[in-house]
């Protein structure tokens, strides 16, 4: 422990930078043993106040790498609401890891999650961000997303669903275990094989809930139909996060972003054309109406009839080769 050299009488400072130890000041007289043990006494006091002021934020790096992370949820088009529920998650998880530093009850970390919604509407990109989230924030060793369905977990015969579900919880340890339409493994009743995926991960969600999260997700009606035949597994899940469809401004933007990605642009005309395809479909009131597979797979198609509307022309410039027009999209 080091203190500063005091003032020795009228007139006399201290030398700079010099620094020695209260037992180094008793001997040489400047100071009685009674007041070195105040001084080594408040040194400690100080030390020991340390840990609130490292309470006061994240270390740098850590939140640095947060930040860049979520930037990039913030880059997704629409799912505002999705937005604002994974910041009061990564908020809710820092504000705990804190409150532990300074010695504070904190609440049980319990971070499985519902992610209801059609395909298409940005789950499993969510998904994967709060994976890497997690990881950098230390409640994640490895924070990688394991995805998988009924026909992984399930097996064929007794004992062999318990094996295969157990198989699956391995290899998502430390990051996250996604069940795509996850109320299928309900779907046979008690005596279907799935009852036992269901109890094996029920067990895992308490036996590694250290060392892992499970989200289950699926469309909006049978996820909800799934939880409240199984209210004990309800309970299990306390963030529950709902994946609007996309809007037909929003599909836009999104089909803008996959263009620009690729290098192609729209004309003008094959934009309204693409528009009048989007709303039409939105009209239709399809499950995969308002997402952004559709459009991927809009896209996609233009991009093929482009290429042979394009092909047997001998000389192509640059917009030529960028610009998608309206019959690309099967407009004439």
């Known amino acids: 422990m080091l203190v500063q050299f005091p003032r020795t009488g009228p007139g006399r400072s201290r030398p700079p930078g010099t620094a020695l130890r209260p037992e180094d000041l008793v001997r040489r007289g400047v100071l009685r043993p009674s007041e070195a043990l105040e ?27 947060v930040r860049q992370i979520l930037a990039e949820l913030d880059e997704l088009i629409g799912l505002e ?8 998650v990564r908020a809710f998880v820092a504000i705990q890891q804190r409150r532990r530093v300074v010695g504070l009850k904190t609440e049980p970390l319990v971070l499985h999650m519902v992610f209801r919604g059609n395909p298409g509407t940005g789950k499993t990109t969510v998904a994967r961000i709060l994976g890497r989230t997690f990881r950098e924030m230390g409640v994640l060793s490895q924070g990688h997303l394991l995805e ?3 026909a992984d977990l399930v097996g064929e015969y007794i004992g062999h669903t318990a094996q295969k579900t157990r198989e699956q919880l391995r290899k998502a340890e430390g990051g996250i275990l996604f069940i ?21 991960l029920v067990k895992a969600m308490e036996d590694m809930k250290d060392r892992l999260v499970l989200i289950l997700a699926g469309y909006q009606h049978e996820m909800a139909r799934f939880l409240d035949a199984n209210p004990g597994l309800r309970s299990r899940f306390p963030i529950h996060i709902d994946f609007p469809d996309f809007t ?12 620009s990605q690729r290098e192609y642009r729209l004309s003008a005309e094959a934009g309204q054309g693409l528009r009048r395809l989007l709303a039409l479909k939105l009209s239709e009131g399809t499950r995969n109406a308002g997402n952004a597979r559709l459009v991927r797979n809009l896209i996609e198609a233009a991009i093929r009839r482009q290429a042979v509307r394009l092909l047997d022309q001998p000389e192509l410039d640059r917009e030529q080769l960028m610009t998608i027009e309206s019959e690309d999209f099967g407009e004439r």
Request: zero cysteines.
């Open 180 to 200: 795509d339409e996850a109320y299928a493994l309900a779907r046979g009743g008690e005596k279907d094989f799935g009852k036992e995926a269901i109890d094996t």
């Open 248 to 259: 037909l401004d929003e599909l836009m933007q999104i089909a803008g972003a996959m263009l």
């Open 148 to 150: 998988v369905e009924r």
């Open 81 to 88: 609401k999705v937005k604002d529920v994974v910041r009061e």
């Open 39 to 65: 001084r080594i006494s408040a040194e400690r006091s100080k030390r020991a106040s340390e840990p609130a002021a490292l309470s006061r934020a994240e270390p740098l790096d850590q939140a640095l790498r």
